[in-house]
């Protein structure tokens, strides 16, 4: 018999980083409050934590993050202005942010790494299994990634990453993992982790992309963990000792996700967002898509 293992409902986003790559205009906005069409890219993720089940959400924010707060909470003045006006289609979107989930806040107060901004959960947290999110990569709803991976942990127990096949002159750029077949086709076993490996020197090309639901002897291991790549405290290496011995905190399976995957990390992956979502809007799409083919084909 499969042993069941406790619910999950805590979710954790790591917020604190400076968004360098989209200078000027994170300046003094978070990146994450960049648009996506019309709304920010860090309610896509809340949504997505939600849509799991996951509705106490802890957001791991720094400096200059006050926005975040904000957007997540009511805004008085905007809504009675749009009360007043009978505008009841733009008084939803406004209030449904605030409506979403209990949300709660605590500051890194030096960026030490993803594995850094983890740890500073330990306390909200607690002793349950958790899940973490990452602001950059947007899963499309229509492919419950999240909801899998709890699925798996509860069933298994441990920890669950999320991974995707790259193109092997890519996988540099990601955590790679070495991995074993299971009896489910989207579900492997985890034995190994490396943090950005030279190709011929990666053990797969399944790439760990930003999800992931933790067993909480995690923070354990972070806490005793050095800084490592880039000298930051890196979560891959902390997830490296889980695989390496599951008596630590159970074992650590990964999820093989093969839907649709927004990056918003990269200016190029965000403006392709931006388009596919767009485009496959009910009330925007037609007349963008019309637009679209007609400037490709001038421009071609």
């Avoid at 809504?79 to 209990?102: F, H, I, M, N």
């Avoid at 190994?192 to 190709?199: F, Q, R």
Wanted: proline letters at 7%; glycine letters at 10%; hydrophobic letters at 40%.
């Amino acid at each position: 018999m499969t042993q069941a293992h406790p619910r999950i409902s805590k979710a954790v986003i790591p917020a604190a980083g400076l968004g360098t790559r989209f200078l000027p205009a994170t300046k003094a906005t978070p990146k994450e409050m960049l648009p996506v069409v019309d709304k920010p890219a860090i309610q896509y993720v809340v949504e997505e934590a939600v849509g799991a089940g996951l509705d106490d959400v802890l957001m791991v924010t720094g400096r200059n993050k006050r926005p975040l707060e904000d957007h997540f909470d009511r805004n008085y003045e905007l809504e009675s202005a749009l009360q007043k006006k009978g505008d009841a289609g733009r008084l939803a979107k406004v209030q449904e942010s605030s409506d979403l989930a209990t949300m709660h806040y605590v500051r890194q107060g030096d960026p030490k790494g993803l594995g850094h901004a983890v740890l500073c959960a330990a306390p909200h947290v607690g002793e349950e299994p958790f899940a973490v999110l990452l602001g950059d990569d947007l899963i499309d709803p229509r492919d419950p990634l999240l909801q899998r991976m709890v699925e798996v942990q509860e069933q298994h127990g441990g920890s669950v990453i999320a991974l995707m096949e790259v193109a092997p002159e890519q996988i540099h750029l990601y955590g790679c993992a070495a991995v074993e077949t299971t009896e489910d086709s989207d579900v492997v076993r985890v034995g190994g982790l490396v943090e950005k490996p030279d190709p011929s020197d990666a053990p797969s090309n399944y790439a760990v992309i930003g999800r992931y639901v933790l067993d909480p002897h995690i923070f354990d291991i972070l806490r005793r963990t050095e800084p490592g790549r880039g000298g930051e405290i890196q979560l891959t290496d902390a997830l490296q000792q889980l695989a390496a011995d599951e008596k630590i905190g159970g074992p650590v399976h990964g999820v093989v996700f093969k839907g649709r995957r927004y990056d918003t990390g990269d200016r190029g992956d965000y403006l392709r967002a931006i388009v596919r979502l767009a485009c496959e809007r009910e009330d925007l799409g037609p007349d963008f898509r019309t637009w679209l083919r007609s400037y490709v084909a001038e421009e071609m």
